[in-house]
């Protein structure tokens, strides 16, 4: 009894594997229609994981093909700072938003400024009282209004008025992530972001919005499973908290 439990237990495994690979496979085919470019990396990638040694290759190929893609619609460019550049480095006239944010060691401040589809970003050292790195990234559509910004890590999390959220590598000058937060939440188009708070060490973000009824809410979106975990209503702000 006991061996054919466990035999059962590996079909079920197989079973489960098989489901999740069609699901990959469903994922990317649809990103991949709607010109979803970064999803479709990171399913194809996924996908590159699980694959056997031949089809691995040819996964991995279609991943090294995606990201050429990506860089060419999203064009980064990165400068390792210079005594010589200052905070206005990359600045131009037309700014719409500034966002800065301390990383948690206190030794870099993130400042995010956007123009259209650029997007201005300098990480000032602390200590050395200089820019450490400037990059400058074109996006294929606008970013402004920004609403918010944190940094995490080598990881520029920023999230714009009309809720999407753009994950930047500024080590790496690779965008890990492009989609809109709002569109999750419930009747959406009535939906207008009072603030957003970025969480990345916890993987999520809080979002609270009003509608024109005047009807304030809270919702918190897990980022990587892209939904709605919680919401709490009557709620129309939400501020970090030092400490």
């Known amino acids: 009894a006991e061996e054919a439990r466990d035999r059962w237990r590996a079909v079920e495994a197989r079973l489960g594997e098989a489901t999740s690979l069609r699901d990959r496979l469903s994922r990317y085919s649809i990103a991949r229609a709607a010109g979803d470019l970064l999803t479709a990396r990171d399913e194809a990638s996924r996908l590159a994981t699980a694959a056997g040694e031949e089809e691995r290759r040819a996964w991995s190929a279609t991943v090294d093909e995606l990201r050429a893609q990506i860089r060419q619609a999203w064009r980064v460019w990165s400068i390792e700072g210079e005594p010589s550049i200052g905070l206005n480095a990359f600045a131009v006239d037309s700014i719409i938003e500034t966002a800065q944010w301390l990383s948690e060691d206190g ?5 995010a400024s956007v123009s259209g589809p650029w997007l201005f970003v300098r990480e000032w050292d602390v200590p050395g009282c200089r820019v450490r790195r400037a990059t400058m990234l074109r996006a294929p559509q606008p970013l402004e209004p920004l609403l918010t910004a944190r940094l995490a890590g080598s990881q520029l999390w920023l999230c714009t008025e009309k809720g999407d959220l753009l994950v930047l590598d500024l080590t790496g ?8 937060l ?5 009747e959406a188009e009535t939906q207008e972001l009072a603030s957003v708070l970025l969480i990345p060490a916890a993987r999520v973000a809080w979002l609270a919005s009003s509608t024109e009824d005047g009807v304030d809410r809270l919702f918190v979106v897990d ?4 939904r709605v ?9 939400v501020f970090p908290v030092a400490g």
Request: no cysteine.
């Open 107 to 111: 030794r870099t401040l993130a400042l």
């Open 223 to 226: 980022v990587d499973r892209r």
């Open 229 to 237: 975990s919680r919401e709490l209503p009557h709620r129309r702000f």
């Open 182 to 186: 709002r569109a999750l939440l419930p």
């Open 173 to 180: 000058g690779e965008v890990v992530h492009f989609w809109n």
